[in-house]
């Protein structure tokens, strides 16, 4: 009986080993193939070859300045700059960075230009402005040249009053 009983468990056992071994086969074909599906997106179940979302094209209206060159009174009316030769040349050159009222409220000499134009080139990436340098020089210097002024204007028609202690 002990040898019956003994072979019985040796035959289960062996019956148990072989399905452990299909099953694991199994599962790692499965494993494999899921692997495959997750990483190769092109066969993935969650690829699409439509787009996740829709394209659309919005026409963009660029506005029309129709009084950009606009001058009344001799004074360019979009920068405030004197109507003068070279005029084209300092708003194409320099409002591109800064306000036009920037380079009107720096009045200077054509050194001091110079240098500023050439502090601009080496540390705030200003292109090279060839021929158009002189031409910008000399209308900043003709239209805006520097003046003569103490720490602030005089002060005019003042009203003064006296504080009440």
């Known amino acids: 009986m002990k040898k019956q009983n003994h072979d019985k468990l040796k ?3 062996k019956e148990l080993y072989k399905k ?6 199994v599962i790692a074909i499965v494993g494999i193939g899921l692997l495959y599906f997750i990483f190769d997106f092109s ?7 439509e787009p996740e979302t829709e394209i659309v094209e919005i026409p963009v209206e660029i506005p029309v300045e129709d009084d950009f060159d606009k001058i009344e009174n001799g004074i360019h009316i979009k ?7 070279g005029m ?19 009045r200077m ?15 705030q ?11 910008i020089i000399k209308y900043l210097v ?6 003569k002024v103490g720490r602030r204007a005089v002060l005019k028609d003042i009203e003064w009053y006296r504080l009440e202690e």
């Open 11 to 13: 035959n289960d056992f």
């Open 20 to 25: 452990f071994i299909l099953a694991s086969i």
């Open 43 to 49: 066969l993935s179940i969650f690829n699409s070859n």
């Open 79 to 85: 920068t405030g700059f004197i109507e003068a030769p």
């Open 88 to 106: 084209m040349e300092t708003i194409q050159n320099c409002t591109n960075c800064h306000s036009s009222k920037l380079v009107i409220q720096n």
């Open 109 to 123: 000499n054509a050194e001091r230009w110079k240098s500023t134009i050439k502090w601009m080139q080496e540390t």
């Open 125 to 135: 990436n200003l292109w090279d402005l060839g021929a158009n340098e002189t031409v």
């Open 142 to 147: 003709t239209n805006y040249p520097p003046k």
